[in-house]
């Protein structure tokens, strides 16, 4: 079986405004950041309201995610999770199926 290699794929999507606040509200909740940064230990961590739909890999999306998105990939200030699919399903959000949020870490003092 051999891989096929996408040339083009349209990762652009819209959120509804009420979707949208849900979404964030819930990856912005004090237990959900404990969690990241129980799992990533550090002290802080911070939502940045980036968010993506990862994408098949071709040779302009080497990473899974959009080029634009690649240079927070490549960082040790940031960290990409996977949007856990109950908080899609609570914000309402079915198309795309799947996102991927943009955390920053900080350190003491920078929140």
């Known amino acids: 079986m051999s891989l096929k290699i996408v040339q083009n794929f349209d990762s652009s999507f819209t959120l509804e405004a009420q ?4 979404l964030f509200n819930l990856l912005t ?6 969690q990241i940064r ?16 990862p994408v098949p890999y071709s040779l302009t999306t080497t990473k899974g995610m959009p080029a634009d998105f690649e240079k927070y990939h490549e960082s040790d200030e940031y960290t990409i999770i996977n949007v856990p699919p109950n908080f ?22 920078e929140f």
């Open 19 to 22: 979707a949208q606040k849900t």
């Open 29 to 34: 909740s004090d237990a959900f950041l404990n």
């Open 38 to 53: 129980q799992q990533l230990q550090c002290e802080q961590i911070k939502f940045t309201e980036l968010i993506f739909q």
């Open 88 to 109: 899609m399903f609570s914000a309402k959000i079915f198309k795309p199926s799947r996102l991927c949020a943009i955390y920053q870490k900080l350190g003491n003092g």
